[in-house]
């Protein structure tokens, strides 16, 4: 062979074994896969965010639009969550039945937390590119995080959409969702880091 096709050669069997980073990226490469992932994704949370239940004390409903983004954000990356909450978002402001409960449009209570819903997924994406969602506690922490972005936006936009003080904004749209979160984030810490091992599973017996 010749000394730069031999080279090249070595190249591409460097790409083609180069380890998933993100699950996505267990898939084929290309646009299909890159538009697919972003639309399901949003599809992900939009579906999961229509599971939501009202509560008498709080304009903020409970939903499992959360758990969605941790898991969209995990799977695709910090740049294919951050599109897909994007696209979420833009389809919801337009018209579109995409937030908790059927709810569109943006002048309402909670949408501030669906503006969190974009940080929480691209930290959550950063961890599982930087392999931080390997290991339980790590996913876990991570997870708590990422949940604690979503408030970090979401409860200042509470606050001032209905005119409440701290502690009214602390009792109607932090605390009575802290419990719902850290079983999401347990329910992510536990079924990411058997999707990876049973990826490295499959690839070792290939």
Same mark, same amino acid.
């Given at each position: ?8 050669? $070595?190249?591409?069997? /460097? ?6 980073? /993100? ?49 969209? &954000?995990?799977?695709? &990356?910090?740049?294919? @969550? ?16 995409? %937030?908790? &409960? ?27 590119? /930087? ?9 876990? @922490?991570?997870? @708590? ?18 005119? $409440?003080?701290?502690?009214? /904004? $602390? ?14 984030? @347990? ?13 490295? %599973? ?5």
């Amino acid at each position: 062979m010749l000394p730069g096709l031999e080279q090249w050669s $070595l190249v591409s069997q /460097t790409i083609a074994v180069a380890p998933a980073r /993100t699950l996505v990226e267990i898939l084929p490469a290309g646009r299909v896969r890159t538009v697919t992932a972003v639309v399901l994704g949003a599809v992900a949370v939009a579906v999961l965010g229509q599971v939501a239940v009202p509560l008498p004390f709080t304009p903020v409903p409970l939903s499992l639009g959360t758990l969605a983004v941790l898991g969209v &954000g995990a799977a695709l &990356g910090p740049r294919l @969550a951050a599109a897909s909450i994007g696209l979420l978002v833009v389809a919801g402001v337009s018209g579109l039945p995409a %937030f908790a &409960g059927g709810t569109s449009g943006w002048a309402f209570a909670s949408f501030g937390y669906v503006l969190g819903y974009l940080p929480a997924a691209v930290l959550m994406g950063w961890l599982a590119r /930087t392999g931080r969602d390997r290991s339980v506690w790590r996913t876990f @922490a991570g997870a @708590a995080g990422a949940s604690a972005l979503v408030y970090a936006v979401g409860a200042p936009w509470l606050a001032v959409y209905a005119h $409440l003080s701290l502690g009214e /904004t $602390l009792a109607a749209g932090v605390l009575p969702f802290l419990a719902g979160d850290a079983v999401k984030a @347990a329910v992510v810490a536990g079924v990411l880091p058997t999707l990876w091992a049973a990826q490295r %599973f499959v690839s070792a017996r290939r």
